[in-house]
């Protein structure tokens, strides 16, 4: 990871590195079976959480020495060491609360049990279990040297806005708390449209939202005005499969309405597939520094 995040800065020279392995890593150091694919993130084969009983067994792992997480900080270290002088080091905390509480108890029984409103004070307790993994391993990817941490939670297409409300931002709050105390920033990714739900985003004490091309940029703009920088908005897909013409007014057209005032990272919305043209990102690149001083 780290040799491949290097040689990607060497090639493209983007101020932000994010560093992370898919949403499967806490997962994986809490005993969940995972695949490992040649070409794409891993992904958790299956739940481990039968019962709200079996989350009493479950122990906060030491991130030093679980795999995987050990090697992905190791990872950080490295990368921060090669480059940390010159670039921006994000070391990504894996996911969000609601969302490892997903993969521990399998994504549709989590949401069932939400929607049926059962169990509540048992989730309650896996959520803040969950946090406690997070929280463990946000702290040791800052004791790496990364310049800022960051969590990704369920989004607006898996969950609604009033789950998110209840579930995933009081949780996430508390975990900006803890980065803050360590006088460092904290980034929040969420897919999908987040326009029902970017001022809970701010709310949360996020330094950085993560939002992706489907939210509305004026009514993100003015949410985060003043509060949290934006990063995105570019889709994925465009840089996919779009043209250069298509990458340069896309990220003239987001620089146009997010950059005014400041508070605004250009990127892609979402995690970029593996076979995105080099020379997207290139343009990309030369966007920000085309378009983006002001
Ligand atoms: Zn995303």
């Given at each position: 990871m780290a040799e491949a995040q290097i040689k990607a800065w060497h090639e493209y020279k983007h101020d932000i590195l994010l560093l992370e392995n898919g949403v499967a890593s806490s997962a994986e150091a809490l005993g969940c079976p995972v695949n490992y694919y040649?070409?794409?993130?891993?992904?958790?084969?299956a739940p481990i959480i039968h019962n709200y009983k079996d989350v009493d067994k479950l122990k906060v792992p030491d991130p030093y020495n679980t795999f995987p997480l050990n090697e992905l900080l190791k990872a950080t270290r490295i990368v921060v060491k090669e480059i940390g002088d010159k670039a921006f080091i994000?070391?990504?905390a894996d996911q969000g609360a609601f969302s490892l509480a997903s993969a521990l108890r399998g994504y549709q029984n989590l949401l069932m049990d939400v929607a049926l409103g059962q169990d509540l004070e048992k989730?309650?307790?896996?959520l803040s279990f969950c946090n406690e993994v997070i929280k463990r391993y946000a702290l040791a990817q800052?004791?790496?040297?990364?310049?800022?941490?960051?969590i990704g939670d369920l989004g607006t297409e898996i969950t609604s806005p009033q789950i998110a409300r209840d579930f995933i931002f009081p949780y996430a709050k508390e975990l900006f708390s803890v980065i803050h105390n360590k006088k460092k920033p904290a980034a929040l990714h969420m897919c999908g449209n987040s326009t029902p739900i970017v001022a809970d985003m701010v709310a949360t004490g996020a330094d950085i939202i993560e939002l992706d091309h489907k939210t509305d940029m004026q009514a993100a703009k003015i949410a985060a005005r003043g509060k949290a920088a934006i990063l995105g908005v570019l889709d994925p897909v465009m840089?996919?499969?779009g043209t250069l013409k298509d990458v340069e007014e896309s990220a003239k057209e987001c620089i146009k309405i997010l950059g005014p005032g400041g508070g605004f990272i250009l990127g892609p919305g979402c995690a970029l597939p593996a076979d995105t043209p080099a020379q997207n990102i290139h343009m990309l690149i030369e966007c920000s520094h085309k378009y983006g001083h002001y």
């Open positions: 040649d070409d794409k993130a891993p992904t958790v084969v994000v070391g990504r989730i309650h307790k896996l800052l004791e790496m040297g990364a310049h800022s941490t960051s840089l996919l499969k």
